[in-house]
């Protein structure tokens, strides 16, 4: 981080100077770093909850608003706090393991699916130096990752020993198989441009005319692909089919009650801010302003480097990122109250027969043009 | 590719796929026309009722709990034979001497009654209606049980209750308003109120003409006769 950091010497670096301020007091260096650590895993999970919490907001009244209703309204000013009441009521409920449950596999289900979208959250960026650690691998880190939850979500389908939560399992697994592919490819396309499967250097690449050089614009059906197989890999409303109350109660959820619930009510809302977050940095430019900043800077005679312009442009970062995820969010439930649920038959054709080709297409294609403009698609 | 086999392959799979983006691009075009249903929808005012803060004015047929006046009923039982199940409970005894039923109870388990309305249609004295009231949840169903006193208790109206927002259902809103809450109360509703139907059929028949009443008339006589 601290080598990226001055290669490109934009942008805070929150390590560096917490750790000069403690060596100030007389910390010795090893004790700073030690003392740094949790900051930013605390400051991960408490972003990460809070980002749940307003989602869970947004959807019940986003929701409300598209079937014109009020929605929450009383806990709170605007029901402001009804995720905190939903989330204490499934904490102090009774936490229930069926009688023929598998009681280990029961209880290791919703971790091994909550854990694999928090540990995610390490390779996200808010800034160029505002994120847990830019690892040369990162968003293949993310990928790798997702492939954990299918197994999760099996386990609890299997142990809850009940034939709707195996049946969910099993479609929750097959579904995020099937979605993995056509996702890494669009992907590929996106790291082919920017020669590096970190996420700092796939915003950086996006960010030197603003909101031209996103990858939005080069990449119009890479973005899609990707969004549906985000989508598919949240079992947001279109695909889904694990969950389908009308077929099967609640899918691999329907033994869990109280915390265990809980977990992956969070894993869901969690992953779907997680996905949001990716295809704003994938493709809609990350932290970057629409204009460059660089140039605003200029117009206004500001020295980028000045510590102050540099508190300001790391804040409008935050900024830009969580208002286009939020943005994407608000897609998500905008489709959820717009198209029904597809045939798992469907759903498999959608991903294997159409999103597959599409995706391999599109990488063969942007390929010839990274040949052809080196300079337009990163040569 | 050569040989014409071939290049007929080739065109053939090159139609497949113009005809596979065709078909992509319009369900692109018809998610996007749901989606901008489901946006439109977000900007409009929520159409539910806030009920216990405001309750629809029930209409004036509307079959809720029965109303009973106990100094009315001449103990027939007629309400108890109209009656799909024989539900109301007449408790009465014969006084030998003026030979009149004497009435000591009456009862209706409103816990099984269907409100279908017969014994109100059918009571010779009127001593059965129909309130407006409907929230008759309680903890113990046998508590629906209600006795002649209960019977004869009159529910509080919704457009009285000072806690509760009065709304008019959708068909009392006047002409082209859909929302109650953005409605003048003094505005009536759309149509004709029944003594307003009652004052125009009036004025129909004096300004008819006076030979087609007559023949009217006429007609009624000879189906007389």
Redesign the interface.
């Known amino acids: 981080m601290t080598v990226l950091g001055t290669l490109v010497s934009t942008g805070l670096d929150l390590e560096l100077s917490f750790n000069n301020i403690l060596q100030g007091f007389g910390f010795s260096p090893e004790v700073a770093h030690i003392l740094w650590l949790p900051l930013p895993m605390l400051l991960v999970l408490s972003a990460a909850l809070i980002g749940v919490l307003v989602t869970v907001w947004l959807e019940r009244k986003?929701s409300?608003?598209?079937?014109?209703?009020?929605g929450p309204e009383y806990a709170g000013a605007l029901g402001i706090l009804q995720p905190m009441a939903d989330g204490l009521k499934l904490l102090v409920k009774e936490d229930i393991i069926p009688a023929k449950a598998d009681s280990l596999l029961f209880t290791l289900g919703p971790v091994l699916v909550l854990v694999p979208v928090i540990l995610s959250w390490l390779i996200v960026p808010f800034g160029q130096n505002l994120l847990i650690s830019n690892i040369g691998i990162g968003i293949f880190l993310w990928i790798a990752l997702s492939s954990i939850q299918p197994i999760g979500l099996l386990m609890s389908g299997y142990a809850s020993n009940n034939k709707y939560s195996l049946l969910g399992g099993l479609r929750a697994a097959a579904q995020s198989i099937s979605y993995e592919i056509p996702l890494a490819l669009a992907v590929l396309a996106v790291v082919m441009m920017s020669n590096s499967l970190s996420t700092v250097d796939i915003v950086n690449q996006q960010n030197g005319l603003g909101f031209l050089s996103w990858n939005i614009w080069r990449q119009p059906v890479g973005f899609v692909i990707f969004w549906i197989c985000a989508l598919a890999e949240c079992e947001r409303l279109p695909f889904d089919l694990p969950e389908a109350e009308e077929e099967l109660v609640a899918g691999y959820q329907t033994e869990y009650a109280g915390m265990k619930f809980a977990l992956f009510y969070l894993g869901s809302y969690i992953n779907l801010v997680l996905s949001a977050l990716l295809v704003s940095v994938l493709y809609l430019g990350g932290w970057g302003f629409p204009i460059p900043i660089e140039w605003v800077a200029r117009i206004f005679g500001q020295n980028i480097d000045a510590p102050l312009v540099q508190i300001f442009t790391g804040s409008l970062g935050i900024v830009m990122t969580i208002l286009k995820t939020y943005l994407l969010v608000f897609l998500a439930i905008?489709?959820r109250?717009?198209?029904p649920r597809v045939r798992i038959d469907q759903l498999l054709d959608l991903g294997w027969k159409?999103l597959l080709p599409i995706g391999l297409v599109n990488l063969l294609f942007t390929a010839g043009l990274k040949l052809a403009f080196p300079i337009a698609f990163g040569g | 590719m050569n040989s014409p086999i071939a290049g007929n392959q080739m065109s053939r799979f090159f139609q497949q796929v113009a005809e596979y983006t065709r078909n992509a691009i319009s369900a692109g075009k018809y998610l996007i026309q749901g989606l901008a249903v489901t946006f439109d929808h977000m900007g409009r005012r929520p159409i539910t009722v806030q009920y216990p803060y405001e309750k629809l004015i029930p209409s004036e047929r509307y079959r809720g709990r029965i109303h009973y006046e106990f100094d009315k009923c001449i103990a027939c039982e007629v309400c108890v034979r109209v009656c799909p199940i024989n539900l109301p409970v007449v408790d009465w005894v014969m006084n030998k001497e003026t030979k009149k039923k004497e009435l000591r109870n009456y009862s209706i388990d409103f816990g099984v009654c269907i409100f279908c309305g017969n014994c109100v249609e059918y009571c010779p004295t009127n001593c059965l209606s129909m309130t407006e009231e409907y929230e008759l949840a309680s903890f113990d169903r046998h508590s629906l049980n209600f006795d002649n006193v209960a019977l004869g208790r009159l529910p509080t109206s919704v457009t009285t209750d000072k806690s509760v927002q009065p709304l008019r259902e959708f068909s009392y809103l006047p002409k082209t308003i859909m929302d109650p809450h953005e409605m003048d109360p003094t505005n009536s509703r759309a149509g004709k109120l029944p003594e307003e139907v009652m004052d125009w059929m009036k004025q129909e028949s004096e300004s008819a003409p006076k030979d087609l009443v007559e023949s009217i008339n006429n007609q009624d006589k000879k189906t007389e006769k």
Do not use: E, G, K
Not at chain 1, 64 to 70: M, S
């Open positions: 986003i409300a608003a598209a079937q014109q209703r009020i905008l489709l109250w717009t198209t159409f």
